[in-house]
């Protein structure tokens, strides 16, 4: 059963087309990877699926309730995003920025008061961000704000998380402790995950399932180990390469230069 689903989502700004009716579809429980390269509609499709940007053409469906018919709150009940990045957040600590994640739930009302709830109080745990709870965000580390701005959106307890390539700017060590992470919670709370990224044998590793987009459209969906190949990285993103299985990691991808049709 699906819990998040675009169908026939075209969608841009102003006369540009960026997403040529899109079919994508989140099941219960699982990862899934937008691949592609730049410019190829993973980020608008990411927004699109979040409420952000409304399709020209096309609907989303979370738990087959149409998204449109929802409002904002509603939508972040539903749904959590963690985006590529976040405005300055100078002067509040890592406890004040994930009660924001309450919001939806507590209301204006709600929010007046300092105390943490059950949610608030897991985010922290889940992420290990507790011991830092009462530490202003900006005298913290890329890496640990990244676990600050998932903590976050976990507050929202929300059943789907999105995420926009969340390993930006972040050195290999914290990228894999990142997605790390993000793959226990999903097992742990049950997430239904949609991610952009930009590696390929990171997104082999971590994803369920992956849908390559190129020039705005479906090029290819599936399992990784079955949609992830030389064909793929050089239609998708023109480049040749080389896929290979390692016993330990699992598919390796490994890259020779720009393909001749480039």
């Not at 998204?67 to 590529?84: D, G, N, S």
């Not at 897991?122 to 640990?144: C, E, F, I, M, N």
Request: proline share 4%; hydrophobic share 40%; net charge negative.
């Amino acid at each position: 059963m699906s819990e998040l689903c675009a169908e026939g989502v075209w969608a841009g700004f102003g006369s540009e087309v960026v997403l040529r009716g899109v079919d994508v579809e989140a099941r219960r429980g699982e990862w899934l990877t937008l691949l592609g390269c730049n410019g190829s509609g993973k980020t608008t499709m990411l927004r699109v699926l979040a409420g952000l940007h409304s399709p020209d053409r096309g609907r989303v469906l979370v738990d087959d309730d149409p998204l449109a018919h929802l409002t904002r709150r509603a939508v972040a009940r539903r749904i959590a995003l963690l985006p590529q990045t976040m405005p300055p957040v100078s002067g509040l600590t890592v406890r004040q920025l994930v009660r924001q994640g309450r919001y939806a739930a507590r209301g204006p009302l709600g929010m007046l008061t300092e105390a943490d709830d059950d949610e608030v109080r897991a985010a922290l745990r889940d992420t290990g961000t507790h011991d830092w709870a009462d530490v202003p965000v900006d005298q913290l580390s890329g890496g640990q704000r990244q676990r600050v701005r998932l903590a976050l959106a976990l507050a929202q307890d929300a059943p789907v998380l999105l995420l926009d390539e969340p390993t930006t700017y972040l050195d290999v060590r914290h990228q894999l402790e990142v997605l790390d992470l993000v793959r226990r919670l999903q097992r742990e709370r049950s997430l239904t995950v949609v991610a952009v990224l930009h590696d390929l044998t990171q997104a082999v590793r971590y994803s369920d399932r992956v849908v390559a987009l190129l020039h705005g459209r479906v090029h290819a969906e599936g399992v990784p180990h079955e949609v992830v190949d030389t064909a793929l990285l050089r239609d998708v993103y023109g480049v040749r390469g080389r896929v290979w299985r390692d016993e330990i990691s699992g598919l390796v991808c490994t890259f020779d230069g720009v393909s001749e049709a480039d």
